[in-house]
């Protein structure tokens, strides 16, 4: 199905199914332990043996052996893979290093060999006898040393400019010129990345913890220099990925390798303390702000500039994003610098680009309106745009912003605070309040799913999308229980398996809206089926509580199905909607915050995330996405940060023991509100995505909030105590 023009009124606007806060369909087996996840995979891989990968001692340099006799020797051991071994390996498409070393070291943690043996602990205790002996070479791992020679843009990321910023900025009333620094930051999912890699032939299977089967897929045939045909990859639940789990990573890699070569099954877990080099991370950036305004505060002028660093090859943080498209202004500069440095891969993590580029513009336009003399709510509803500022005859298709900052105002008691910081008092806390404008892009592709009736009344539903902890098997149920009239109940939905029809996976928060798009346009065909089998035209037919009704009549839909089932498969694809109308997602967050005036200790009290972000399809699995992201806006503001060696170039704190994140105790109580926001252009189910904008200016509006309180502005992430005193 081609989505080429603005969706009328179908099926899904019933909202029987769709727009209910139904529980997780899969939540009984989460939280019994019974799903199987890759590394339990027992019954499909009763024989599977242990690999332990031994990773890079330096982060930059020749590989000049890797000694492996004393590992072979070792109780239990069936073999012990380097690249030697392995053969000649390709480089997938999505990744940039090498996930098993050849020649040369590109990152600290780079994987160079694999311990397979019978038991965990033997495979691990050997791996510890691998001697890797290799020389180091300098390398260049301090993105605040590179910045200066940093000057010109990546050729396929140029600078945008609209009308004339420096002059702007020179006959603005107010002004501001600011430096802003967020951290590299890692994924830590619950789920560390783990495959079960088995053989048939020529023929492999990996169970893996991967958001995107068919780029998984392809990254490791390409790789194995072997036809995708001869892959499948699995992934029914992930303990989630957060843009970690993306791409092809070592573990399925060295985990086929190693079933290869011992002939039985083999599973590789990536150890925690090895995850945050080996694997990616979100980079760090620095970004310069400048922003003009007449008297009244309006912009007249925004540049915002990004650095980050990346391995050669890679791709710089793309922190910009969000500031062409966010405030009006006539003049404007944005634009990327990419220093070249020897850190592991830099690459997405939720909300790759708005999530650090609105951690500055958020703040940066608390000051601008501070110094304007603008309640921050106020400033940013003035500046607001309906229209792409750089090409004003393209609309947004739903933009609430101001709609967001209203009710989440009204909500808050945002008149409650005092726009003087450092005024509230309560015992040996300072109390202040902030907030910031949230905003992400919705992001379209292609999306396909297979779906299946069968005569007992059974609807099948398959696609290669993943869940990732975020709800898609109940959204999907929800979707095909609306569009074919069965109860919920009678929706089996199967996930994450490249035999499936190819959907959008999960990534960008695209993954709701496009993949139960697709079983949208699975289930419009199978009503065609329906529909002819019955006599009924399809075009009039409603499919509703297990009947088929149309021109008055009524027949059972199970009636359609004489001969076994029917089975229907489509892939919903966009036109150039997308292009005509800017599609983004919008939110306001809220924060009260507490500050020890003697440790500077920050308690985050309250939150409010305030969303228009298209129909939700479920409130429940919507707000646990929201909640989530508010919970990692938290730990970005306060806590999250990889320390860079910058000598040794690797990340220090490279476990759950030392980089922070939020617990419960950090958590206050948070609130979540979607607007009413059905978007007629984003596709035929009018949503959009929620899980990246939950996250999408978090940060800011609780620094915000402890500038408020303490009249200390901190540029730097995150605001440990120790920059507050
Ligand atoms: Mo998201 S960072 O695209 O999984």
């Not at 002059?167 to 501001?176: C, D, E, G």
Request: proline content about 6%; some cysteine; aromatic content about 6%.
């Amino acid at each position: 199905m081609k989505f080429d023009k603005p969706a009328g009124s179908n099926p899904i606007d019933r909202q029987r199914y769709i727009g209910q806060p139904r529980d997780r369909i899969d939540g009984p087996l989460k939280t019994t332990g019974s799903a199987p996840y890759a590394y339990e995979r027992h019954r499909e891989a009763p024989d599977a043996v242990y690999g332990y990968p031994v990773m890079s001692p330096i982060a930059k340099g020749k590989l000049i052996a890797v000694e492996t006799d004393a590992a072979e020797g070792a109780p239990g051991v069936l073999a012990v893979i380097t690249a030697a071994q392995a053969g000649k390996l390709e480089i997938g498409d999505m990744n940039t290093a090498r996930l098993l070393a050849e020649y040369h070291i590109e990152h600290y943690h780079q994987a160079v060999a694999l311990v397979v043996a019978e038991t965990f602990e033997q495979a691990r205790a050997a791996a510890q006898l691998v001697v890797v002996r290799s020389e180091r070479e300098p390398g260049a791992y301090d993105l605040a040393e590179a910045q200066p020679s940093v000057t010109q843009a990546p050729e396929d990321t140029p600078d945008k400019a609209v009308g004339d910023v420096e002059q702007a900025l020179r006959t603005a009333s107010v002004t501001l010129d600011a430096v802003y620094t967020t951290p590299d930051q890692s994924h830590m999912a619950m789920e560390p990345h783990a495959s079960t890699a088995l053989w048939q032939q020529d023929t492999l299977t990996v169970w893996t913890s991967n958001q995107m089967i068919n780029w998984g897929r392809s990254d490791l045939a390409k790789t194995l220099n072997i036809p995708p045909e001869k892959v499948r990859l699995i992934s029914s639940y992930i303990g989630g990925g957060f843009g970690g789990k993306l791409f092809l990573r070592s573990d399925a890699l060295l985990a086929a390798l190693g079933a290869r070569v011992v002939k039985r099954p083999v599973k590789v877990m990536l150890p925690r303390p090895m995850i945050p080099n080996n694997t990616t991370h979100r980079p760090a950036t620095r970004q310069h702000i400048r922003i003009g305004t007449d008297a009244e505060g309006h912009i007249t002028a925004i540049s915002h500039l990004s650095w980050s660093g990346n391995l050669p090859g890679g791709t710089p943080e793309t922190a910009v994003q969000q500031t062409e498209l966010l405030y009006a202004g006539a003049n404007r500069l944005t634009g990327l610098r990419l220093a070249t440095l020897d850190l592991p891969e830099g690459n997405a993590m939720r909300a790759p680009g708005e999530a650090p580029g609105l951690m500055a513009l958020e703040i940066a336009i608390d000051e601008i309106a501070e110094k304007v003399g603008m309640d921050p709510v106020a400033f940013r509803i003035l500046n607001d745009t309906q229209v792409d500022p750089a090409d004003p005859q393209r609309p947004f298709s739903r933009r609430q912003l101001v709609a967001c900052l209203r009710t989440g105002s009204e909500a808050f008691g945002w008149q409650q605070r005092k726009a003087q910081p450092a005024q509230v008092r309560d015992g040996r806390w300072l109390v202040g309040m902030g907030m910031a404008a949230g905003f992400r892009n919705n992001l379209l592709s292609p999306s396909g799913a297979r779906v299946q009736l069968e005569a007992s009344g059974t609807v099948t539903v398959e696609t290669d999308m993943t869940d990732i902890g975020t709800g898609s098997y109940t959204i999907i149920a929800q979707t095909a229980a609306e569009m074919l009239g069965v109860p919920l109940e009678q929706v089996r939905v199967r996930l994450g398996d490249s035999d499936f029809p190819v959907s959008a996976g999960s990534g960008g928060q695209w993954g709701a809206n496009t993949s139960t798009s697709g079983v949208y346009a699975a289930c419009v065909k199978l009503r065609e089926q329906v529909a002819q089998a019955l006599g009924m035209d399809a075009a009039e037919a409603e499919f509703v509580e297990g009947e088929v009704r149309a021109a008055g009549h009524s027949r059972p839909l199970t009636d359609a199905v004489v001969n076994g089932t029917l089975v229907a498969e489509d892939t919903i694809e966009f036109g150039d909607l997308d292009e005509r109308y800017q599609q983004s997602t919008f939110a306001g967050h809220f924060a009260e915050v507490a500050v020890d005036i003697a440790t500077g200790e920050v308690r985050v009290r309250r939150m409010l995330a305030v969303c228009a972000a298209g129909r939700i399809l479920n409130p429940k699995t919507a707000r646990s996405q929201v909640i989530g992201a508010m919970t990692m806006g938290l730990g970005g503001a306060l806590m999250e940060e990889l320390a860079v060696d910058t000598r040794r170039g690797f990340f220090v704190n490279h476990d759950m023991a030392t980089y922070e994140v939020p617990v419960h105790a950090d958590v206050p109580r948070q609130e979540v509100i979607f607007l009413d926001d059905t978007d007629p252009i984003s596709s035929p189910m009018k949503a959009k995505g929620v899980g990246e904008l939950g996250l999408c200016g978090v940060g800011a509006a609780i620094v915000n909030a402890i500038y408020n309180a303490t009249g200390v502005r901190i540029r730097d992430y995150p605001v440990t105590l120790d920059k507050l005193l």
